[in-house]
């Protein structure tokens, strides 16, 4: 099982380069795919789930192009996109039959999936509402049912957490760890805590660009011994923002909590703490908006 | 994949989907209302001096063919929203994701617009039992003259509107209002070249065929039939009550509506050799693209 993202670039209207030579090769495992609003995730993942074809490049799916022959990849393919909808006037299980079907699922395991699903998800009780009448959040976990229906081999989830509430994301993050195994999932999102518990690789997009690729372990090697604490009063913060690349800062009674990655400490009192993928993925972004041409 | 079932659920889904709004309810309605101005008179069918006793040919005839010219031009903006909806909602990337078709995909969508008609049309056949109850002038109900003319007349103009509002959704310079006012033109274009160039192959409405069934049928009583059918909602000339038992199906009369089952058909394989000749040249602008720099 194998993807291959070979120089993938997309050039949209008005001349605008929403990916660039994007190279990326996948096998078994959770990719977390960061990257600020605009990074070109999305367009990816539409790339991807051959929603949209790339300008430049190729995608393989075990050794065959996707754009040439996109069903072999569809067959094996759950796609949750960002902006998704429903048919309002439809249940939970109309729709679901309708996309088992277009998916090429015989009706009995259709059936038997779709009451897994819905009992996984905490739908069982709505199954006979109109989806129209659903929360956001639960319109959200009707999107990622439909992308697990046919026991994905390639799983593309764009944004899943958005909408989901806090419990909601917990359970849909350990839902992801209990998936993974033999098959890709690729989760796309701008939350890094969505793909810290999950994610067996990461890479980070800005501007189009791929600018980082690793296990997420060597991702945190690069701030290591450069991530600081220290307290300072409300009235500095603006002028430390300024000089210092700040991944947090909580005021508290005594100052403000301050949380920043440089290669010196910043303040006296500084400490070195353990830093997290977050400060990380800070650090990346903000050498790749350095280095950018 | 099993083609059969994912057409039966792509129409089933856009079928359920569009009934159930409330859109459906007042079109549903404007249809019943129009029916039943007719058959109370205040449309009047005419056809020169003579209408018919109401009795179940004529109000199956009345029924369907007010609803054939009603729907054959509101029916195309009733229904030519199957794609757009689908990019709308956003369910279209989650569809253009899976195995299924264009062929599948468009074919679905048509049938679903098709079904959509076809629902219409039964409740309307089950309102005009009701009409002809209302009129009293003949209260036997005969099943099959009361049917025919919605099985001949209405569904097939019908498969037309269901093909062509696909096609225009198809064709990005006609999806939007342009589309809108372009088949508004070409509806009224086409049934008065129609109206004055008599053909059955013109007949979309089925008004040549109702009048040439009538003549035959008036020659027979020895009535002074000189032709022509006109719908009125103001009485200028008091009409002469006949008892008609209908249009005659002959196999030629019948060849004639079949005729446009086959346009529909035939704006339907348009629409599929478009889809996918679109579909070949940007997966061989694709392929160009990316042999292009290997080539280098």
């Known amino acids: 099982m194998r993807l291959a993202i070979e120089g993938v670039s997309k050039l949209y209207k008005g001349r605008v380069w929403g990916l660039r030579a994007f190279s990326l090769e996948l096998g078994p495992g959770v990719l977390g795919l960061v990257g600020p609003n605009g990074a070109g995730k999305s367009t990816l993942m539409r790339i991807l789930a051959t929603v949209t074809k790339p300008t430049e490049g190729k995608v393989t799916w075990n050794g065959a192009d996707v754009v040439r022959s996109p069903d072999e990849l569809r067959a094996v393919l759950g796609y949750l996109p960002q902006d998704f909808g429903l048919y309002p006037h439809l249940n939970a299980v109309e729709f679901l039959e309708y996309l088992a079907a277009i998916k090429g699922m015989d009706s009995r395991l259709a059936r038997r999936r779709i009451d897994e699903l819905l009992q996984a998800f905490g739908l069982a009780e709505v199954r006979k509402r109109p989806l129209g009448s659903y929360s956001g959040g639960m319109k959200q976990r009707v999107g990622i049912a439909q992308a697990l229906l046919n026991d994905p081999r390639l799983l593309i989830v764009d944004e899943p957490t958005a909408g989901l509430d806090p419990e909601e994301r917990v359970r849909f993050r350990s839902l992801l760890a209990d998936l993974a195994g033999e098959r890709i999932i690729i989760l796309s999102t701008h939350i890094v805590s969505d793909v810290e518990a999950t994610a067996t690789e990461i890479a980070i997009l800005n501007q189009g660009l791929l600018s980082w690729h690793s296990a997420p372990e060597d991702l945190l090697r690069t701030v290591e011994d450069k991530t600081w604490a220290w307290v300072v009063p409300s009235a500095e913060l603006t002028a430390i923002r300024e000089q210092y690349l700040i991944s947090s800062a909580v005021s508290r009674s005594d100052g403000v909590h301050v949380r920043a990655i440089a290669d010196t400490p910043p303040a006296l009192g500084a400490q070195a703490v353990l830093p997290t993928l977050e400060d990380a993925y800070l650090y990346c972004i903000s050498n790749s908006r350095r280095n950018a041409p | ?296």
Request: with cysteine.
């Open chain 2, 1 to 296: 994949m099993n083609a059969l079932r994912a057409l039966y659920h792509l129409v089933r889904a856009d079928f359920l989907e569009r009934v159930r709004r409330y859109s459906f309810l007042i079109v549903l309605g404007a249809i019943l209302y129009l029916g039943y101005a007719f058959v109370v008179g205040q449309v009047v069918l005419r056809l020169d001096r003579y209408r018919g006793l109401y009795n179940s040919a004529w109000v199956g005839l009345l029924a369907a063919i007010t609803t054939t010219f009603f729907l054959s031009l509101a029916g195309f903006y009733i229904v030519k929203n199957a794609l757009e909806r689908d990019q709308r909602t956003g369910v279209g990337q989650i569809i253009a994701a899976t195995p299924v078709g264009k062929v599948c995909y468009i074919l679905g969508k048509a049938l679903s617009n098709f079904a959509v008609f076809a629902v219409m049309a039964a409740i309307l056949l089950l309102a005009a039992v009701g009409m002809q109850f209302v009129r009293g002038e003949d209260l036997q109900i005969k099943v099959w003259p009361l049917v025919v003319p919605f099985l001949l007349i209405l569904l097939p103009t019908m498969a037309v509107v269901s093909a062509a509002a696909v096609l225009f959704e198809t064709l990005p310079w006609l999806r939007g209002g342009l589309g809108n006012v372009a088949y508004f033109f070409v509806w009224v274009s086409f049934i008065t070249y129609a109206y004055l160039h008599p053909s059955p192959l013109l007949d979309l409405l089925g008004l040549s065929l109702m009048e040439d069934a009538f003549k035959s049928a008036a020659d027979s009583m020895g009535l002074a039939y000189e032709g022509g059918v006109s719908i009125e909602m103001v009485e200028f000339m008091s009409v002469e009550t006949v008892r008609w038992e209908g249009i005659v199906w002959t196999a030629e009369r019948t060849a004639a509506r079949l005729y446009w089952v086959g346009v529909a058909v035939a704006l339907g394989i348009v629409l599929l050799v478009i889809a996918l000749i679109v579909n070949l040249l940007l997966t061989l602008l694709h392929v160009r693209r990316v042999r292009a720099p290997a080539a280098a």
